[in-house]
């Protein structure tokens, strides 16, 4: 690495959060001792708490020791990265105390800055606010934007247009998690570089697409944040938006940028409007109710405090259609929930079965062909097809296999999605944020379900707690002579 490859002050705005110890610190963490953060870089926390530098250096030593994998944590490599922490004391509601940041990065005023704004989304627009006022803020400066990003179309625009006073939308890299996972990314490679799966990526071969994000925690001790948002906000309108956008999309001209982000911006434009009807008849949303996790008793939803009226949704269903010539009549099925039976993120593609089977099978026609994408506990990909089963029968009979298609592994240690993404940003690279046309149209087709729920066209259901969800949802997918994928 040259002297100022990968340079940079990375500058986090809530420090000591959980989000920052759990996933950020890590990842720079890693990336420095991986030779990928140029090692005089500085990593600068931003926290309201009173604390010496050494003090702050021991809590991440802590923090780190906590959240990394086991037999990550080496002394050794923390000895040498400690040297690029840094602290500072900021009170978001007294723009003054910007001083003791301004006074640190001027030892260094021509670096390039990332701003990582780990913050209520509410603090968004102060604190870009704060950096123009005090001329923090470069033409090298970038700023990450952690989701939720408002609440509807509305408060999004408000947030949005906020920061892009002060940052160019170059410069704003709005983070989704889930694109930094080595897997998801893998869907372009998968589509785009093998010829066998091109032509047969549309509406004449493919019966219909399942998305599933199921998650076996409750909202622990997160009561007030998530009742502000339920899985729809939280997940489907960003997380799984970006996952349907990868599958549906039409190869782009290069892997540039924009050529990608275009093509996601033209996915979901072409998303069929959820009417009034279309609320009530293909969507579901449902909180979950005590029950058992994990083998212990687990409370309900409401059980928290102060949630007993609350009408936040915890598990939301939705069938999504696409009107362009590629996937029209091909539906989208896509959930996500808390408190599931088990944790379990995945995309089905479902080939349409052959026109008819020369096999006896008992009279049953068991020819369909799915792809399998794994993205958590474990990421994997498996193509299911068809095969004989061994031995003597009169007649040939057949059996699902499963042919993996997972990349060998060669590095000791498989790294997380936020080290790839805290990369991108250090390097200036967009293709895995999102832009705004990105997030304002995902937000419009949303706003749609949304508003359908407030004005109560479709009744909150309710699922126990270790279950895979209310059976609305399985009408939901049965009702078009289909079923969910359950294979565990």
């Not at 410069?171 to 785009?192: C, E, S």
């Not at 995309?347 to 089977?357: A, G, L």
């Not at 089963?389 to 699902?400: A, F, K, N, V, W």
């Given at each position: 690495?040259?002297?100022?490859?990968?340079?940079?002050?990375?500058?986090?705005?809530?420090?000591?959060?959980?989000?920052?110890?759990?996933?950020?610190?890590?990842?720079?963490?890693?990336?420095?001792?991986?030779?990928?953060l140029?090692?005089?870089?500085?990593?600068?926390?931003?926290?309201?708490?009173?604390?010496?530098?050494?003090?702050?250096?021991?809590?991440?030593?802590?923090?780190?020791?906590?959240?990394?994998?086991?037999?990550?944590?080496?002394?050794?490599?923390?000895?040498?990265?400690?040297?690029?922490?840094?602290?500072?004391?900021?009170?978001?509601?007294?723009?003054?105390?910007?001083?003791?940041?301004?006074?640190?990065?001027?030892?260094?005023?021509d670096?390039?800055?990332?701003?990582?704004?780990?913050?209520?989304?509410?603090?968004?627009?102060?604190?870009?606010?704060?950096?123009?006022?005090?001329?923090?803020?470069?033409e090298?400066?970038?700023?990450?934007?952690?989701?939720?990003?408002?609440?509807?179309?509305?408060?999004?625009?408000?947030?949005?247009?906020?920061?892009?006073?002060?940052?160019?939308?170059?410069?704003?890299?709005?983070?989704?998690?889930?694109?930094?996972?080595?897997?998801?990314?893998?869907?372009?490679?998968?589509?785009?570089?093998?010829?066998?799966?091109?032509?047969?990526?549309?509406?004449?071969?493919?019966?219909?697409?399942?998305?599933?994000?199921?998650?076996?925690?409750?909202?622990?001790?997160?009561?007030?944040?998530?009742?502000?948002?339920?899985?729809?906000?939280?997940?489907?309108q960003?997380?799984?938006?970006?996952?349907?956008?990868?599958?549906?999309?039409?190869?782009?001209?290069?892997?540039?940028?924009?050529?990608?982000?275009?093509?996601?911006v033209?996915?979901?434009?072409?998303?069929?409007?959820?009417?009034?009807?279309?609320?009530?008849?293909?969507?579901?949303?449902?909180?979950?109710?005590?029950?058992?996790?994990?083998?212990?008793?687990?409370?309900?939803?409401?059980?928290?405090?102060?949630?007993?009226?609350?009408?936040?949704?915890?598990?939301?269903?939705?069938?999504?259609?696409?009107?362009?010539?590629?996937?029209n009549?091909?539906?989208?099925?896509?959930?996500?929930?808390?408190?599931?039976?088990?944790r379990?993120?995945?995309?089905?593609?479902?080939?349409?079965?052959?026109?008819?089977?020369?096999?006896?099978?008992?009279?049953?026609?068991?020819?369909?062909?799915?792809?399998?994408?794994?993205?958590?506990?474990?990421?994997?990909?498996?193509?299911?097809?068809?095969?004989?089963?061994?031995?003597?029968?009169?007649?040939?009979?057949?059996?699902?296999?499963?042919?993996?298609?997972?990349?060998?592994?060669?590095?000791?240690?498989?790294?997380?999605?936020?080290?790839?993404?805290?990369?991108?940003?250090?390097?200036?690279?967009?293709?895995l944020?999102?832009?705004?046309?990105?997030?304002?149209?995902?937000?419009?087709?949303?706003?749609?379900?949304l508003?359908g729920?407030?004005?109560?066209?479709?009744?909150?259901?309710?699922?126990?707690?270790?279950?895979d969800?209310?059976?609305?949802?399985?009408?939901?997918?049965?009702?078009?002579?289909?079923?969910?994928?359950?294979?565990?």
């Amino acid at each position: 690495m040259s002297e100022t490859e990968n340079l940079c002050d990375v500058i986090i705005f809530g420090g000591h959060g959980d989000l920052a110890f759990r996933k950020l610190m890590p990842a720079l963490y890693h990336l420095y001792n991986d030779a990928y953060l140029n090692h005089e870089s500085r990593v600068i926390s931003i926290t309201r708490d009173d604390m010496t530098r050494e003090e702050h250096i021991d809590l991440v030593a802590l923090k780190l020791e906590e959240f990394l994998a086991q037999g990550q944590f080496e002394q050794a490599k923390f000895d040498r990265f400690k040297s690029q922490l840094e602290i500072v004391k900021i009170d978001f509601n007294d723009d003054a105390s910007y001083q003791n940041l301004e006074d640190m990065l001027r030892q260094f005023p021509d670096r390039e800055r990332v701003n990582y704004l780990s913050t209520s989304p509410s603090f968004f627009g102060a604190i870009c606010k704060s950096l123009s006022q005090w001329e923090l803020i470069t033409e090298q400066s970038r700023v990450v934007l952690e989701k939720p990003i408002g609440r509807n179309l509305k408060s999004s625009r408000v947030i949005n247009e906020e920061v892009l006073k002060y940052f160019q939308e170059s410069q704003i890299y709005r983070i989704d998690h889930y694109l930094g996972k080595d897997t998801v990314q893998n869907i372009m490679a998968l589509r785009f570089s093998n010829r066998i799966f091109m032509p047969l990526w549309d509406a004449n071969n493919i019966d219909h697409v399942q998305i599933t994000v199921a998650e076996s925690v409750g909202v622990e001790g997160r009561w007030g944040y998530y009742d502000d948002y339920g899985a729809m906000r939280d997940m489907i309108q960003n997380h799984l938006m970006q996952l349907l956008c990868l599958v549906a999309m039409e190869p782009p001209c290069s892997l540039d940028a924009d050529s990608v982000r275009d093509e996601k911006v033209k996915v979901l434009r072409s998303l069929r409007p959820i009417t009034q009807e279309g609320v009530s008849q293909r969507t579901v949303r449902a909180q979950y109710t005590a029950g058992s996790s994990a083998g212990k008793p687990v409370p309900g939803y409401k059980e928290g405090e102060g949630m007993q009226e609350s009408s936040t949704e915890t598990y939301a269903a939705i069938r999504v259609d696409i009107d362009n010539w590629r996937w029209n009549g091909v539906p989208f099925y896509i959930r996500s929930g808390k408190r599931m039976r088990r944790r379990n993120s995945e995309i089905i593609i479902h080939f349409k079965p052959v026109p008819y089977s020369i096999f006896a099978n008992k009279g049953r026609c068991i020819s369909e062909n799915k792809l399998v994408i794994s993205l958590q506990p474990n990421e994997s990909i498996e193509l299911k097809l068809m095969n004989k089963i061994p031995g003597l029968t009169e007649q040939m009979r057949l059996q699902q296999v499963d042919l993996e298609l997972n990349a060998p592994m060669n590095m000791s240690r498989k790294s997380d999605a936020y080290e790839r993404l805290m990369l991108d940003v250090i390097r200036s690279n967009p293709t895995l944020f999102m832009r705004l046309d990105e997030v304002e149209a995902a937000w419009k087709w949303a706003d749609a379900v949304l508003d359908g729920w407030a004005d109560n066209l479709v009744p909150m259901k309710s699922y126990s707690a270790g279950t895979d969800g209310p059976s609305s949802a399985i009408a939901l997918i049965e009702r078009d002579g289909r079923s969910w994928h359950d294979e565990f």
